[in-house]
C-alpha cells in the first residue's frame, strides 16, 4: 500500500520545466513542422499543428545542452508564425 501524496503535471508544463541533455540542431532546409515533430519525438508526446504556413529553415540554429525544451518549440513556432 502506498501513502502519501502525487503532483500531475501536464505535458506542457514537462516542456518547460525539464532541460535537453544534448545539444538540438535546426538543419538548414528542414521545414518547420518536420523540425517540431522531430522534437516531439525525442521529448516523446503527440504534437499537434494546425493553421501554419509550412517554411523552410534559411540556416542552421543550434540549441546547447541545458535549454528547456519549449524554448526550442517557441524558436520554431515563431519562425513560421504558428
Known sequence: MYKGTLELRSLLARHIDDLTYVKWTISKGITSSASYKAVFKYLGGFPSIKG?????????????????????????ADYCGG
Do not use: A, C
Not at 54 to 72: E, R, T
Open 52 to 76: 501554419i504556413t509550412d517554411k523552410k529553415f534559411n540556416k542552421i540554429h543550434v540549441f546547447d545542452v541545458g535549454v528547456p525544451p519549449m524554448q526550442i518549440l517557441q524558436y520554431i
